[in-house]
């Protein structure tokens, strides 16, 4: 592949910057060539990192696959989350009183505080964390459970820290959040240790920068601050920052880069989609000058287009969906569906889940599942002994147990596994079949477990009208909706974005910022990322989007007024 001009000025670029990269830009092409010329340099060492795994592996594709270039054990490449752990947590915890680990322990288990001195308002402490400041604040607090996140704070702040604390200490356990704030203590309060680990490498490159955690990107500011970094090279496009929901801030990232003084480089060729989608798009961004599309289908006369549904059957869009794909010779396994939430893409897969999860029903159901398909993985086989530690003796944290334990629980969790019923039948007979079988596997650790198998896996008389496989394993759909969340990093030639109909629930209606875009007027600063959110659904697009609008007062006026957003409205009927 040839690079751009863009591209080879990212490529060849001499210390620190912030690079600023449009949608379909080929950032990652450029970041491993970048990666690539700099291993070239006789003692060069490199950190490429990402946010995700999947981004530090498209990376690695790259470098591996097209440009033939290994990283050896000098170099790293993984997310930033994996960095931090490897070269700060794990080496140096103890200097924070760690006496073992320390594990990262995820997946729900953890003690719950009472606030207010309410027993039915409790909260996990895993719901906690610290941001860059060192203040502590809520993360996705349960229902029921009444205040703001500084209202919460202030009522057991205090309680949440010192047990979070004691467990630190004791066993080593942290959440994946609280991890990253034990490394920027270790980083704040260690110079030697920001020096030592800064010291390692000569250029640290983070793509998907804008949706780096702040106290990730607060660990970048000590480490480069050190000055034993040659260069920091932050990759991304702050318009695609949409993931406020774990920590990242689209602000926190420009910061940085103006504080440590990176100088700016720009990507603004899209290779990606076609040019009427870029200008569409341009809409739900900051930028006022759509980016200009270069790829092959820079030139698709396809429009976007806008259709309405009937407001309370969001599948309905799908049938219309169909029928212009094939008008424009694409077919379903070229298109992709987004929506908002889980709650919409539920509904237009045909699924009400019935479980969260981290239920217990829905641990075993998947569990089965995947072993029925050959997919089943180590993190599957871990739920499945923190299922059984659980009913045995009362906890998920499975580093806690002592040695015996372990290995009694490892033997357990196999034995579980192939105790399984197969998926069959009405989900109430198939969940009863099931706890039977964890109960009799619980019990070979603990003559009298701590839950019951009743207990752990409760079931309802109506669950007998599901079927198990509907439930654990539907069928794959001609058409699957996902979230945009989940989607981002992918494309597709056709994408359909459903806008969900307000609800009173729904604290930012995206509704509301289709009403802005076509009134030309400002939206609120909490809502920015409500619109990024929209900007990243439609530049997932290489060559048509649809956009449908709930068929209501609302949506009738705003689709009526799509044309000057260069979106032609489409009849349904």
Known sequence: ????????????????????????????????????RLTRTPGAKVAVCSYTNVGADRIGTVLAAELGVALDQKHFLGTIHKFLLRYVVH?????????????????????????YGDNTQRIGLDRFRCTADGSLTVTRAPRGVRGTSEEIVAAVGREVRQRKGGLFRRAGLLTADDAMWIALRLLREFSPVAQAVAGRFDELLL???????????????????????????????????????QGASAERCQKLADDRGLRVLS????????QRICDAAVNFCTRTTPDTAVGPHAGCEISPEVMLYPAKEPQAALAVFRARLARYEMTPEQATVLARNWKIVDALNGQTSLFKDTERQYVLGRLAAR???????????????????????????????????????????????????????????WLVSAREALHAVASTLEAKVAHVGGRAVTTKPDWANEKA???????????????????KGEDSDAVMVVIRRPHGSDPTSQMELWEAAVAGTEIDAEKAEERRVLFVALTRAR???????????????????????????????
């Not at 001009?5 to 990269?21: K, P």
């Not at 955690?213 to 932050?234: F, M």
């Not at 990507?267 to 076609?274: A, D, I, K, P």
């Not at 629980?409 to 007979?429: I, K, N, Q, S, Y």
């Open 207 to 245: 793509d998907e920068a804008q949706d780096t955690s702040e106290l990730q990107l607060a660990c970048l500011e000590v480490l480069h601050a050190t000055g034993a970094l040659r260069s920091l090279v932050l990759v991304g496009d702050l318009e695609q920052s949409i993931f406020s929901f």
């Open 1 to 36: 592949m040839i690079l751009t001009e863009q591209q080879r000025a990212v490529v060849d670029a001499e210390g620190d910057f912030l690079l600023l990269a449009c949608p379909g830009s080929g950032k990652t092409r450029s970041a491993a060539e970048r990666t690539a």
């Open 91 to 115: 080496p140096y915890a103890h200097l924070l009183g760690a006496e073992r680990g320390p594990f990262i322990h995820e997946g729900g288990g953890w003690p719950e505080v009472r606030v």
């Open 371 to 429: 072993l029925a398909a050959g997919t089943l993985t180590a993190h599957d086989v871990r739920r499945a002994q923190r299922l059984l530690a659980y009913c045995a003796w009362d906890t998920t944290h499975v580093d806690t147990l002592t040695d015996e334990q372990r290995a009694a629980l490892r033997r357990a969790g196999h034995l579980l596994l192939g105790r399984l019923p197969a998926l069959g039948g009405d989900l109430r007979t």
């Open 267 to 274: 990507l603004t060729e899209n290779h990606r989609s076609s």
């Open 469 to 487: 496989n509907d439930v654990f394993a539907p069928a794959p759909r001609e058409l699957s909706a996902r979230t945009v969340h989940s989607f």
């Open 543 to 573: 060559r048509y989007c649809l956009v449908a609008l709930p068929d209501d007062g609302r949506g009738r006026s705003v689709a009526a007024s799509c044309t000057s957003l260069g979106f032609q409205v489409i009849t349904t009927t």
